[in-house]
């Protein structure tokens, strides 16, 4: 069986199983005693599959998350900022509120649907990332704008696969936060991983976890704003919202960003008026060594519009 994530913890409450682990893990109920049902549950490190199996707090379980079945992508003739393309590869400046790959509630008009039309049935993506995903070798987030490499080959796909995992990947990003850090660089270092709360969520995890995952950011002030500034970070890891847990854990969240953030009041007004309404955050740099050539290579996109709209408002 494919697995979409494995959710592990101790039970919170004793009582009958489905109810004290959908209680623990965040899931429906519904959902649980389904996975039950399949045979995804431990429970004491041993097979659960009755819902009304009497457990007791404290107990560890263990839930493998089955990923969901995908459908395969249609061609979908939708413009694209190609920066540089080859026949190995192409480095796309995805704007912000573009999807990567199809999902559930995105089911078309994804860059995926954008490429496998740009691309052609001649010169189409790597088949490694399945037939949802062709070619993704990582994502940002959908209101995240900025630079995406997507794999046309399997030796492209390998080759930057294994940068992404070692970490030799350069990426720097751009955002504007609330306030003004002080100081105004430094790196921070963290582990993350699913909240505990809400599993929609990424969080900040203590030393204890482990779950979390090692994740550093670096950053710097490029400029001072009105009530927030544009910085710069660089990216040592690339964990899922990264930039945005990091930067809403240190007191200065995103502008703009709708589940980790929280805008200052003297800006609401201005984001309103604007029409601003994503997380301020962009895909500035990326830079790696081409899977075919050997050669390193770096790309550069300019901030968007609507950013740089903010940062001109909120400079005088």
Not at 76 to 82: E, S, T, Y
Not at 185 to 193: M, R
Not at 248 to 256: D, F, M, N
Not at 290 to 309: K, L, N, S
């Amino acid at each position: 069986m494919d697995s979409g994530e494995i959710i592990t913890g101790t039970l919170r409450s004793s009582g009958r199983l489905d109810k004290v682990l959908a209680e623990a893990s965040g899931l429906s109920r519904e959902r649980v005693k389904a996975l039950l049902a399949a045979g995804c549950v431990k429970l004491g490190g041993a097979p659960a599959a009755s819902p009304s199996a009497k457990a007791a707090k404290g107990e560890e379980y263990a839930i493998d998350v089955p990923a969901p079945s995908a459908a395969a992508a249609l061609p979908q003739a939708i413009d694209l900022d190609i920066v540089f393309e080859d026949s190995d590869l192409v480095v796309v400046n995805k704007p912000a509120g573009m999807v990567v790959h199809p999902a559930a509630g995105n089911p078309d008009g994804t860059l995926v649907n954008a490429l496998l039309h740009h691309c052609g049935e001649g010169g189409g993506l790597s088949g490694i990332g399945g037939v949802a995903r062709p070619g993704i070798v990582h994502r940002i987030d959908k209101d995240t704008s900025g630079l995406l490499v997507v794999a046309k080959s399997a030796r492209a796909h390998e080759g930057l696969a294994a940068q992404f995992a070692d970490h030799s990947i350069t990426r720097t990003y751009r955002a504007i936060c609330g306030g003004h850090p002080m100081p105004a660089a430094g790196t921070i270092e963290t582990l993350i991983g699913r909240s505990d709360r809400n599993r929609k969520k990424m969080a900040v995890l203590d030393d204890a976890s482990s779950r979390g995952k090692r994740a550093v950011t670096h950053f710097s002030t490029v400029q001072r704003l009105s009530h927030c500034a544009l910085i710069e970070c660089r990216l040592e890891t690339g964990r899922t919202h990264q930039v945005r847990v990091h930067l809403a854990s240190i007191g200065h969240s995103l502008i703009g960003d709708p589940v980790y953030g929280r805008t200052p009041a003297p800006l609401r007004a201005l984001l309103k008026e604007t029409g601003f309404a994503r997380q301020a955050l962009h895909a500035a740099t990326l830079g790696f060594v081409h899977p075919a050539t050997g050669e390193r290579v770096a790309f550069h996109a300019e901030i968007p519009a609507d950013m740089q709209e903010l940062i001109e408002e909120t400079a005088r």
